[in-house]
């Protein structure tokens, strides 16, 4: 079964969505199978976000994925990579689509409420880098 890494952003955590977010995902029929709020280094940032070192938002962005806690989530179901980048909308939350979680929050690319892997590729790499393997879990869940 497809899992991804999902993660709320400290603005998320800040503005009191997590439950909120992680309801949609729970509504939908996807099971959370690793969940946790930890405070990201700036190392681990840096891993995280290494596609766009270099980019003129590069700094702004591991100093504000690295300001507050986030809420770090591999997330499990039917084609979820493609289906939790539907849910969260376009990266910039002006142009996500409404009733998309980015266009229901935000309105500001850098502050976008919500992480979420791009393709499966990145999903294995960035569970990789917040999760250790027994951190996450198995069992049945009723869709
Ligand atoms: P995210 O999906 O976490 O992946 C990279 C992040 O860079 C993206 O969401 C945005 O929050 C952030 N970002 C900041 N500025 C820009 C920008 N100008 N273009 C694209 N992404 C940006």
């Given at each position: 079964m497809e899992r991804t890494y999902l993660m709320v952003k400290p603005d998320g955590v800040q503005r009191g969505l997590v439950g909120q977010i992680i309801s949609r995902f729970e509504q939908r029929g996807y099971k959370i199978v690793g969940l946790k709020m930890m405070q990201i280094s700036r190392e681990t940032a840096e891993k995280h976000y290494?596609?766009?070192?270099?980019?003129?938002?590069f700094n702004d962005l591991v100093n504000f994925i690295t300001s507050g806690p986030v809420v770090a989530m591999v997330v499990e179901g039917k084609d979820v990579v493609s289906t939790a980048r539907e849910m969260m909308g376009a990266t910039n939350p002006l142009k996500?689509?409404?009733?998309?979680i980015r266009a229901t929050y935000g309105v500001d690319v850098g502050r976008n409420i919500i992480h979420g892997s791009d393709s499966l590729e990145s999903a294995n790499r960035e569970i990789a880098i917040f999760f250790r393997p027994e951190e996450l879990v198995d069992y049945e869940r009723a869709i």
């Open positions: 290494g596609e766009h070192a270099g980019k003129p938002f996500a689509a409404p009733g998309t």
